[in-house]
């Protein structure tokens, strides 16, 4: 026993290093498919699904330069009667005797992807902030009854109504369209953004606004200008949630999206290369559709820390 | 600046009834506190002069306009919070200034009303840093500024000092009293804390389960309570209540307590039995060989210049504030007498004080 007094609740040195030693453990295991889908994104089809598995390759863009592609095979002699290519991804199609015919279709569902992705975590904040407010500070008639009617709504997994939704939105003609997608989108998330806001709207002080309403702004002015402000962080917190739900949902996008408003989760798995899947144009799509969330998650990381705390530890 | 009237207002939530058709006029100037125990009324009352509440029946008059269901901003009034609601996302310069903003007051003169109002309240050197950094009393001082930089009609606040250390609390009463002096804003202050109603007040209204008990100086709440809840609220110690006996009829000049007799003074109405409440002050309270109504000393405390000695007596037991300099002893038997003119005869039925020579005093 050391005689010098220890606190109890300060973790010892060895007590630290094991800790870090699981997280850092945690963090591979978790990372590790995200390696494998970046290092197969730069290999050549043949290294991507050669046995055993390559973990040294010489790394090619061919898998992103086949993404952005589609490409026609040619004949030798046809090969040989065109001019020197201009570009490297040019001369990269040309060595598999291929000739770039057009861009593919990974750019506009990329695009798709980002507008209902944002729009519909644009609308669900928007709509989730106000009905939080008012449910956080208005006399709201069964006010806890409509709270768990909304919360209900995440009671079974979505899909389950997927075929009244597909049915619903073949006769709206909401089927594929943006419109559709971000409104679908908005409708799963928003019982949760209510929640997750009116949480932190309550921790806020009403004197805030009572002050403002006092000194002479309206209450939506007093909302805007002393709420809002104080809300970021459980804002932002709640905006990664709902972006990220979107951005990755896969079943009702493959059910209600085939071509104008088709998302990228479904549409990468269909990118089919000469005598099966190709690869490395898959990992390259995966690649690139995890880049959007992560600099968005990056850029309010400071608020998601905070944030998901649940206001802990704001004083 | 502007006369503050209610007129039987009245709010309930649901089945609670948190204030009771109340009637107050509040003048021009006045520093008026209402004063009451926690869930009494005063702050729901406070809320619907301010606009922050909606009475459910009754009217509030500013100034003789009708605003009862006016939104706070029309109202021209200002509102300090207990937790004072500085916008932490501010500076001090800016939450001063926010009032004017709304008001769309010319920047220049933002800037020199600002400054004027730091000045005044000794805060210029703070004006740009942030509110989350500041000490109580800074805040609370930011909390003012913001409060007379738009010098509205009235000042309303509540519980202001609630959150300061005791030491800083007492040079803040000081402070908003001479404040209010200087200003001359009608103020209306909600406190539970007699000793900062009492240091403060032009008028003190003591509420109780949304009921107004009485309204009047300080002085007179203190000397003249009007009912036995006033009486036992104000004052620390609070006021000793005796049973007592007697013939307590209409000019009935004596009262009996254990079977001594004391005067009191002479009472204009009577009660319907023969039993009633004896009410006196601590300090007046004395000791001497000489008197009938005797018990024996159960505590003494000290106070520095004075000393507070608990007697057991027949009739419960009594509680003297008298000069530190007497020595007395645990368990020393002592005499008891009541200053007469100082005495309030109670009615045990309904709490009330019996009308008598002691409140025509007040009325005179």
Known sequence: ?315 | MADIELRQLHKSFDAFVAVHDTNMTISDGQFFVLLGPSGCGKTTTLRMIAGLELPTAGEILLDGEDVTYKRARERDIAFVFQLFALYPHLNVRNNIAYPLRAQCVPRREIRVRVEETARLLRIDSLLDKPVGGLAGGDRQRVALGRAIVRRPKAFLMDEPLGTLDAAFRELMCEELRALHDRIGATTIYVTHDQIEAMAMADRVAVMNEGEVLQVASPYEIYHRPRSMFVAAFIGAPAMNFLECVGELNPGTDQVTVAGSTTAVPRLHEGVAGDRAVLGIRPEYVHFGDDYAFRGSVYGVEYTGARQLVTVETEAGAVRARIPAGAKLGIGETVGLGFAPDRAIVFDPATERALESELFEAAHG
Not at chain 1, 39 to 49: E, G
Not at chain 1, 251 to 261: D, I, M, V
Request: glycine fraction near 6%; proline fraction near 7%; hydrophobic fraction near 50%.
């Open chain 1, 1 to 315: 026993m050391s005689a010098t007094a220890h606190s109890v609740i300060e973790p010892t040195a060895r007590e630290r290093r094991f800790a870090a030693t699981l997280i850092v453990i945690y963090a591979l295991v978790t990372m590790l498919p995200l390696v494998w889908i970046f290092m197969t994104s730069l290999k050549t089809p043949q290294d991507s699904i050669s046995y055993p598995p390559k973990v040294v390759f010489g790394p090619t863009l061919e898998g992103y330069v086949n993404l952005f592609t589609t490409r026609t095979r040619q004949t030798p002699e046809y090969m040989a009667s065109l001019p020197p290519p201009e570009t490297w991804w040019d001369e990269l199609v040309r060595s598999r005797n291929m000739v770039i015919a057009g861009p593919s279709k990974f750019g506009e569902r990329f695009l798709n992807s980002v507008i209902i992705g944002f729009g519909s975590t644009f609308l669900t904040i928007f709509l989730g902030t106000l009905a939080a407010y008012a449910f956080s500070r208005f006399r709201v008639p069964l006010k806890d009854d409509l709270l768990f009617f909304i919360l209900s709504t995440r009671m079974m997994p979505p899909v389950a109504v997927a075929i009244p939704i597909f049915l619903m939105y073949r006769q709206l003609g909401l089927s594929d369209t943006h419109l559709g997608m971000i409104l679908l989108y908005t409708a799963v998330n928003l019982s949760l953004a209510v929640w997750l806001l009116k949480g932190f709207m309550d921790e806020i002080p009403r004197e805030y606004e009572e002050a403002a309403m006092i000194d002479g702004y309206t209450r939506l002015q007093a909302f805007r200008k002393v709420v809002l402000p104080q809300a970021t962080t459980g804002i932002a917190a709640t905006a990664i949630f709902c972006l990220i739900f979107a951005w990755n949902e896969y079943a009702f996008a493959l059910l209600l999206t085939s071509g104008t408003a088709q998302t990228a989760p479904p549409f990468i798995p269909t990118i089919i290369g000469e005598g099966g899947l190709d690869w490395p144009a898959v990992a390259a799509g995966a690649t690139l559709f995890l880049l959007p969330v992560l600099v968005f998650t990056i850029l309010l990381r400071k608020h998601l820390l905070r944030g998901i705390t649940f206001g802990a530890v704001r004083k």
